[in-house]
Nanobody
Framework: QVQLVESGGGLVQAGGSLRLSCAAS????????MGWVRQAPGKEREFVAA????????YYGDFVKGRFTISKDNARNTVYLQMNSLKPEDTAVYYC???????????????????WGQGTQVTVSS
């Protein structure tokens, strides 16, 4: 069983930065990557970014536009999301998720993930 624990959320003013972390324990070898998905109140979940463990392929949601950077530390089984130039519309619960077994694509859809963290709140004030 994979457990994902996010940290790093909080309240920040517009234009500020936050760094989210997601530590994975019990990672199965069949999980090839990790991603971040966010959900704002009253909205559907939205793909933010994903990265594969071995090759390090990186994918971003269209809205990111160079503001966010996903990275990984294979030795620590940890994935990070550096978020800069934050906007009020980035306010959401950010979820870390692990790829479903044997999948290694861009993981834009929630169905591409098999394991989810509990989520961490990010609030950006104007």
């Amino acid at each position: 069983q994979v457990q994902l624990v996010e940290s790093g959320g909080g309240l920040v003013q517009a234009g500020g930065s936050l760094r989210l972390s997601c530590a994975a324990s019990g990672r199965p070898f069949s999980s090839n990557g990790m991603g971040w998905v966010r959900q704002a109140p009253g909205k559907e979940r939205e793909f933010v970014a994903a990265i594969t463990w071995s090759v390090g392929n990186i994918y971003y949601g269209d809205f990111v536009k160079g503001r966010f950077t996903i990275s990984k530390d294979n030795a620590r089984n940890t994935v990070y999301l550096q978020m800069n130039s934050l906007k009020p519309e980035d306010t959401a619960v950010y979820y870390c998720a692990a790829y479903r077994p044997f999948y290694s694509g861009p993981a834009h859809s929630a169905r591409d993930y098999a394991y989810w963290g509990q989520g961490t709140q990010v609030t950006v004030s104007s």
